[in-house]
C-alpha cells in the first residue's frame, strides 16, 4: 500500500517523537514490525505522564495498572536507521475498564504505521479486571 500524506483522523492528545536506532531496525535496515508497538507503548506512557500519571505510583497509590489486551497495526511504508518519528496518541474510545487507543507512526508528514492499542486495567495483585480510578478518568481529556 502506498505511504499516505495526511493528517491524523481525529484530534490528537499527546506526540510524542522517538529516533530510530540501529536496535530497532532489521537486517532489511528498516524498523522492525513489532518495534512500532515499543514507540506506541512509549508515547502512551508519556501521553500519561503528561496527565500526571506515573504508571508506578499508580500501582503503588491505586493497586491499578494498565495492560494491553489487544493490538491492530497497518505497516504503510518504512522508517529506517536515524529517522526522527512523531508518534500519536489520541482516545477513540473510553469505558469504565479499558480504553482503546488510536496511534500512528509518521515522519515528515508522511502515515508510516497506524494501530488501535486496547488498554484493560486491572488489579496488579491478582491481574483481573477492574474499573479505571476516576482519578484517572478525571486527569484525561475528554473524548471529541
Known sequence: MPATDVSPARPVAHRHRVR????????????????YLKFFERART????????????????????FVVTDTQVSYRAPARLDDLLDITVAVAEAGRVSF??????????????????????????TLRPRRIPDTVLHALPPLP
Open 46 to 65: 508519556e501521553w500519561l505522564r503528561t496527565a500526571g500519571i506515573g504508571q508506578q505510583a499508580l500501582k503503588d497509590e491505586t493497586g491499578a495498572m
Open 20 to 35: 530510530v536506532y540501529w536496535e530497532d531496525t532489521d537486517a532489511g535496515g528498516v524498523v522492525f514490525y513489532a518495534n
Open 100 to 125: 482503546t487507543i488510536a496511534q500512528q507512526a509518521w515522519r515528515d508528514g508522511v502515515l508510516l504505521a497506524e494501530g488501535r492499542i486496547r488498554i484493560g486495567c486491572v488489579d496488579a495483585a
